[in-house]
């Protein structure tokens, strides 16, 4: 019941501070989508292997850049969660304590509310860094060594073609 209680209160404090926890949302949602349309273009190219050999390098460039973002908004999620206690917590200084009960209560729900978006920013990190592990960074790596291949193989070709 406990347990509850807290998702509940969790929950009600995302309009409070929590939203900006949330933000990251935006960040890792973006990021996401331009791995799977990044994905998708190199799917294409792999199809009918273009005559531009810059092809390769700029695929490659585009998919470790998408990544990058993706995995560094991973990281953002515990930081945004301390800003958002901070931010609730700076709202503790303006209690006014001349009326001691509901001050102390004042304090309490304020400091709640801190450790709400520190928890929001720790699920977040957790999910989407097992979402990561299990999906994302897997299909990612064998992509950007498929490219490492076909960019091998260009370089060989043209050592040979030089040859000739």
Known sequence: ???????????????????????????????????????????????????????????????????????????????????????????????DFSQMTESLDAVKSNFFTALTSTAWGIIFAAVFKIFNAAFIEPEVEDDLDRLDEIAEEQRRDKKVGLRK
């Open 1 to 95: 019941m406990a347990l509850v209680n807290v998702f509940k209160q969790m929950i009600l404090n995302i309009f409070k501070t929590d939203w900006i926890v949330f933000l990251g949302l935006l960040l890792t949602i973006w990021s996401l989508r331009r791995i799977m349309r990044t994905k998708s273009k190199l799917k294409k190219k792999l199809e009918k292997m273009p005559d531009n050999p810059d092809w390769v390098d700029d695929m490659r460039r585009e998919l470790h850049t998408a990544y990058s973002i993706f995995a560094a908004s991973i990281t953002l999620y515990p930081l945004l969660g301390m800003f958002g206690t901070v931010v609730s917590l700076i709202n503790v200084g303006s209690v």
